[in-house]
């Protein structure tokens, strides 16, 4: 199984940012895919999580603003972030494990590499 994100980089405070993660290596159309981010010091969060049937959950940190959504014929996860603050800095991985949501780190059995996202002015 391998997971690859991508779309990080260096975004100004209410700017907008998608980042991808693309998923290989099971039958990804029956899976859940969760992005977490992990900021310097901190524990990594659950941002948002999609089931296979498309049922979206969102943080509430980033209610609003984190839009998640995903293309079962390209094995890719969307994450749609806009209106960022600065608080949403850090590195961003999507984790997948089975067909549940659960903004647990530990629960997940398999991770991508993260992709860095920088909101500064």
């Known amino acids: 199984v391998k997971l690859v994100e991508s779309g990080g980089g260096l975004v100004q405070p209410g700017g907008s940012l998608r980042l991808s993660c693309e998923v290989s290596g099971l039958p990804f159309e029956d899976y859940a895919v969760t992005w977490f981010r992990q900021a310097p010091g901190k524990e990594r969060e659950g941002v948002s999580c999609i089931k296979s049937d498309g049922k979206p959950y969102i943080a509430y940190s980033v209610e609003g603003r984190f839009t998640i959504s995903r293309d079962n014929a390209k094995n890719m996860v969307y994450l749609q972030m806009d209106n960022v603050k600065p608080e949403d800095s850090g590195i961003y991985y999507c984790?997948?494990?089975?067909?549940?949501?659960?903004?647990?780190?530990?629960?997940?059995?398999?991770w991508g590499q993260g992709t860095q996202v920088t909101v500064s002015s």
């Open positions: 984790a997948i494990n089975d067909n549940f949501c659960m903004f647990v780190a530990s629960y997940y059995k398999y």
